[in-house]
Each structure stands twice: as structure tokens, then as C-alpha cells.
Nanobody
Framework: QVQLVESGGGLVQAGGSLRLSCAASGRTFSSYAMGWFRQAPGKEREFVAAISQSGGSTRYLDSVKGRFTISRDNAKNTVYLQMNRLKPEDTAVYYC???????????????WGQGTQVTVSS
């Protein structure tokens, strides 16, 4: 099990940028694939991006490709989500999650953070 704590959310105007961080506890961070998901009010939690244990493989939701970048620093036990050219439809609570594979379903991830709010104003 790994404990995850997200940070970096906030209020930003459309077209702006934010960088989310997810700090993990424990010595085995590098053994986990990491994912970012988001959940808007009244909607299901959806996949945003994921990265493999080494960082060599990534996957993205189609609507964020070219705008968002997932990365990780295994020495710092941290995964990041750089979000550029933000849109109002990106508004949601963003969660990081740890799993074994770079997959897009919530059920593939065993450990979750508490989430961080991202609000994009038009």
C-alpha cells in the first residue's frame, strides 16, 4: 500500500497553466504505475493520464493530448501533471492513483489520494 497526497490545484483562467504534484510515501514508489483521474460534479471519475514505472510509457485522454504532460521523479517519490492551455471543461477534482499497469480504468488502481480541486474560469 502507498499513501498519496496531491497538491497544486487552484483557480485559473482559461488558457492558463497549473502543475499538479502527487507525493507518495514508502520506498516502493518506483514499482508502481501512476495515474491521474478527474471527477467533475455529477459525472463519473475519468482517466486523464498514466505513466509507467520507469516513465518510459505514457497514456492520455484524447481531449488532453498536447496540453497535459505526465511525468515522475522516482528519487522524489512524486508524479506530476503539467496542465497547459486549460479549458473550463477541465474543471474537476483531480486524483492521483497507484497501480501495476498503465491502464485507463479506475479499477486498475489500488491506492488513491484525496484529490485536489482545479477550477478553470472562462
Amino acid at each position: 500500500q502507498v499513501q498519496l497526497v496531491e497538491s497544486g490545484g487552484g483557480l485559473v483562467q482559461a488558457g492558463g497553466s497549473l502543475r499538479l504534484s502527487c507525493a507518495a510515501s514508502g520506498r516502493t514508489f518506483s514499482s508502481y504505475a501512476m495515474g491521474w483521474f478527474r471527477q467533475a460534479p455529477g459525472k463519473e471519475r475519468e482517466f486523464v493520464a498514466a505513466i509507467s514505472q520507469s516513465g518510459g510509457s505514457t497514456r492520455y485522454l484524447d481531449s488532453v493530448k498536447g496540453r497535459f504532460t505526465i511525468s515522475r521523479d522516482n528519487a522524489k517519490n512524486t508524479v506530476y501533471l503539467q496542465m497547459n492551455r486549460l479549458k473550463p471543461e477541465d474543471t474537476a477534482v483531480y486524483y492521483c492513483a497507484a497501480g501495476n499497469y498503465v491502464l485507463v480504468t479506475t479499477t486498475a488502481y489500488d491506492d488513491w489520494g484525496q484529490g485536489t480541486q482545479v477550477t478553470v474560469s472562462s
